[in-house]
């Protein structure tokens, strides 16, 4: 029963969704520590990302090796994190994505500029500014990613561009807490 039970959490989890726990305050307004949301895994078969896509990824130089479990630790690892129950493995970051391949971001007198224009974006409270940051050309194959609490969150400011071989997937869903369950 057991291996049954793990082969249907991986195949779920390896191809169609997962649910990721929030660790962090860097999507604040819009995710919290704690909260829960369903990523889908399909999402960039059908279509390439897409700017303000909230994405689940491996940040560039942020691997960590897997911690060795019996069959039954691993089993009950990955029922809790099929769910949402277990916490993130610690290079899985969740941020949205500000600018796609080929495009130049920056940021300049408190706003994003993307290939000189302004960004508009919605879903930041108002009086949220962003620091500015020098112009820099999304390589072809990676995106620009940011978290919408723009003072506590490290992202390709620190990092860099993410490759897109990287991304999870993208979230769609916000399950938990069940009173402020919505889609994203």
């Known amino acids: 029963m057991a291996l049954v039970a793990l082969v249907v959490a991986f195949v779920l989890k390896t191809f169609l969704v997962q649910a990721f726990f929030i660790p962090s305050e860097s999507m604040v307004p819009q995710l919290h520590v704690d909260d829960r949301v369903l990523v889908t895994k399909l999402a ?13 990824f491996h940040p560039p130089g942020f691997d960590q090796p897997e911690p060795d479990r019996s069959l039954v630790e691993t089993v009950g690892y990955e029922l809790r994190q099929l769910v949402g129950l277990a916490a ?11 600018a796609l391949p080929g ?5 300049r007198d ?9 960004l508009v974006e919605p879903y930041l409270p108002e009086g949220v500014t962003t620091a500015d940051f020098n112009p820099e050309q999304v390589p072809e194959g990676h995106v620009w990613v940011m978290g919408d ?28 807490p069940p009173a402020d369950a919505s889609f994203l």
């Not at 960039?44 to 689940?56: E, K, L, M, N, S």
């Not at 495009?103 to 940021?107: D, F, I, L, P, S």
């Not at 408190?110 to 302004?118: A, C, F, P, Q």
Request: aromatic share 10%; glycine share 10%.
């Open 44 to 56: 960039y078969r059908f279509h390439q990302p897409r700017r303000g896509d909230v994405v689940v």
């Open 88 to 98: 993130p493995a610690e290079e899985d970051f969740i941020k949205r994505i500000i």
């Open 103 to 107: 495009e130049t971001v920056e940021g």
């Open 110 to 118: 408190g706003s994003v500029v993307i290939d000189g224009l302004r």
């Open 149 to 176: 609490n723009r003072s506590a969150s490290s992202d390709s400011r620190t990092f860099g561009p993410v490759p897109i071989d990287e991304i999870v997937g993208r979230a769609f869903a916000k399950v938990w």
